[in-house]
């Protein structure tokens, strides 16, 4: 008796993506043709889920930007990258940063730079926090206000 494989189609492949996590409409489509799925059965399938409003990228970034933002332990810098990983839009995701966002970068730098530095006793504190922060995605203005505070903290 052999049992014989039945192909998923797109919809049903997406459909089961999409149970697991939200996905991008690039995620999703880049996930489907990696699966050796025809690009013209993958579009009508990305073009039925909009349509049932299965995915909606502007309301999926807009959440994710938020998630991200309030977790505090991201530069803004390394969320636009992770989002734009994701496939959404650099031009749409820049419109989400608020204006307070300096005051987050300054809070989010101090907390990254809590948790990797437990004493300051090191006499390369400074170059291993610069470097440290810099690969976080901080600018300079943000680490050296982030190195002054904390030196004083200390």
Same mark, same amino acid.
């Given at each position: ?15 089961? +993506? +999409? ?5 991008? /409409?690039?995620? +999703?489509?880049?996930?489907? *043709? ?11 399938? &990305? ?12 309301? *999926?970034?807009?959440?994710?930007? /938020? ?6 332990? +991201?530069?803004?810098?390394? &969320? ?60 300079? /203005? ?5 190195? /002054? ?6």
């Amino acid at each position: 008796m052999s049992t014989m494989k039945i192909k998923k189609t797109a919809l049903m492949k997406a459909t089961e +993506l +999409l149970a697991y996590r939200e996905h991008s /409409e690039a995620e +999703l489509k880049r996930k489907l *043709l990696a699966r050796k799925y025809d690009s013209a059965e993958v579009d009508a399938t &990305i073009d039925k889920l909009k349509q049932h409003n299965y995915l909606d990228d502007a309301e *999926l970034c807009r959440q994710q930007f /938020e998630n991200f933002y309030a977790e505090g332990k +991201l530069s803004v810098r390394q &969320i636009v990258a992770k989002l734009i990983q994701r496939g959404f839009d650099k031009d749409f995701i820049e419109q989400l940063i608020p204006a307070d966002s300096d005051e987050h970068e300054l809070q989010a730098a101090t907390l990254a730079l809590t948790k990797k530095f437990k004493t300051v006793d090191d006499k390369n504190f400074r170059a291993k926090a610069w470097q440290f922060l810099s690969g976080r995605g901080f600018d300079s /203005e943000i680490i050296f206000a982030t190195l /002054e505070n904390f030196s004083d903290g200390s």
